[in-house]
């Protein structure tokens, strides 16, 4: 490939537990990619029970952990991003929390998340809600725990990923992080069809939404959602995508979009420089 710059995954996981890691990520760099931000696991497929805001602790460290040894291997670097998964919700109401209960919980996980953004490694938060059918004061909760994010993000001055439902309408809730005093364009839209409106879309990496996104003309950036879980290889894309479908882009003359991709919106978003980074 006639190109030497980043090559940015927006969205993957390592999976310190049962996954690949290292072997992941020489994947990817193999494949020309150079930086990643790498998304903590759900608690519970980590083996981790949680019940009180010290219980995220341990698979937010668990994912700092991966990412000093995926930055070793790669020309670039990667960064963690942690959070709390909004299916959680569903988890601890099952579990026999309220939806309150279960709201204040993770608005508790989402404060230590926030600690690791202000004191510590991380370099943003995720936050969302459950991308399935849910009664309403589940639905209420989770809207609660996601502003609750939108607010520590403001604070600590980050941005925050977003797990949601399917669809391409979510400018009201870009309309609550700015109200919140977070820039929408600091709201980004995991798992993003090309056609999203309100937030930033990290453009899952497949032709025909990269192909949407080009039509579309805002900027986007580009994920995998790799899982790292070698019991469900093909549920997500693999991580040589992004550095795939980026040489598809160069080679069908969007140049420009592959700047945006990788240096210039997620240094709008992030605050980082995936240029001045890159060593290889
Ligand atoms: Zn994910």
């Not at 988890?91 to 600690?115: F, S």
């Not at 009664?135 to 909760?141: C, F, L, Q, Y």
């Not at 309309?175 to 990290?202: C, F, I, N």
């Not at 080009?214 to 790292?228: I, S, V």
Request: glycine share 10%; charged share 30%.
């Amino acid at each position: 490939m006639d190109y030497d710059g980043p090559i940015l995954d927006d969205h993957l996981h390592l999976d310190p537990v049962n996954g690949r890691v290292v072997e992941a990520v020489e994947e990817f760099a193999d494949a020309g990619g150079t930086h990643l931000l790498v998304l903590n696991k759900p608690s519970w497929s980590l083996g981790v029970e949680v019940d009180e805001a010290d219980d995220f602790r341990e698979g937010f460290d668990l994912t700092v952990d991966a990412v000093e040894r995926a930055t070793e291997v790669l020309d670039g670097r990667a960064w963690p991003v942690l959070g709390v998964h909004p299916a959680l919700v569903s988890q601890l109401v099952d579990r026999g929390y309220t939806p309150e209960a279960a709201r204040d919980l993770m608005c508790a996980g989402l404060d230590v998340a926030a600690e690791y953004v202000s004191d510590g490694p991380a370099l943003a938060i995720k936050s969302g809600r459950p991308h399935y059918d849910v009664d309403e004061a589940v639905w209420d909760a989770s809207n609660a725990v996601m502003r609750h994010a939108f607010e520590r993000a403001a604070e600590v001055g980050c941005a925050v990923q977003l797990h949601t439902e399917s669809g391409e309408e979510f400018g009201e809730v870009a309309d609550w992080a700015e109200a919140r005093g977070l820039p929408r364009e600091q709201v980004v839209k995991h798992y993003a069809g090309g056609r999203t409106v309100g937030p930033m879309p990290s453009v899952i990496a497949r032709k025909s939404e990269i192909e949407d996104a080009l039509d579309h003309g805002r900027p986007f950036m580009l994920e995998t959602d790799f899982l790292d879980d070698p019991d469900r290889p093909g549920a997500v894309l693999g991580p040589k995508t992004v550095p795939r479908r980026t040489r598809w882009l160069l080679e069908s003359g969007h140049g420009d979009a592959v700047r945006t991709a990788h240096v210039e919106t997620p240094a709008r978003v992030y605050g980082i420089d995936t240029e001045a980074t890159l060593t290889g």
